[in-house]
Nanobody
Framework: VQLQASGGGLVLAGGSLRLSCAVS????????VAWFRQAPGEEREFVAV????????YYSDSAKGRFTIFSDNAKNTVYLQMNSLKPEDTAVYYC????????????????WGQGTQVTVSS
């Protein structure tokens, strides 16, 4: 299984970005796909997860109301639409996948993408 994360960049506070996570080498519908982020000097933090098996979606408190996770089955891709970005959203964002039920714990996920940098300037 391979995950390719993309879409990061530099944006002003209040702006938007859409991250993509392309999943290959797996039956897309059998996996939970999550987004995590890690800021310098901080631990990896859960952002959102989309279970492809039962449609369960949930978000961290910091993402709720501003971020949306959704998928395109035809493209085997999960997206993270991020609106109303804040400087504290600055981090490397990672997508992760596993066949186990969705979870906010990074230890649940076996496969990880390479990360994409998101920088929000004030």
């Amino acid at each position: 299984v391979q995950l390719q994360a993309s879409g990061g960049g530099l944006v002003l506070a209040g702006g938007s970005l859409r991250l993509s996570c392309a999943v290959s080498g797996a039956t897309f519908s059998s996996y939970s796909v999550a987004w995590f982020r890690q800021a310098p000097g901080e631990e990896r933090e859960f952002v959102a997860v989309n279970s492809r098996t039962n449609g369960i979606i949930y978000y961290s408190d910091s993402a709720k109301g501003r971020f949306t996770i959704f998928s395109d089955n035809a493209k085997n891709t999960v997206y993270l639409q991020m609106n109303s970005l804040k400087p504290e959203d600055t981090a490397v964002y990672y997508c992760a996948a596993d066949e186990r039920p969705p979870s906010s714990m990074s230890s649940t996920y076996y496969w990880w993408g390479q990360g994409t940098q998101v920088t929000v300037s004030s």
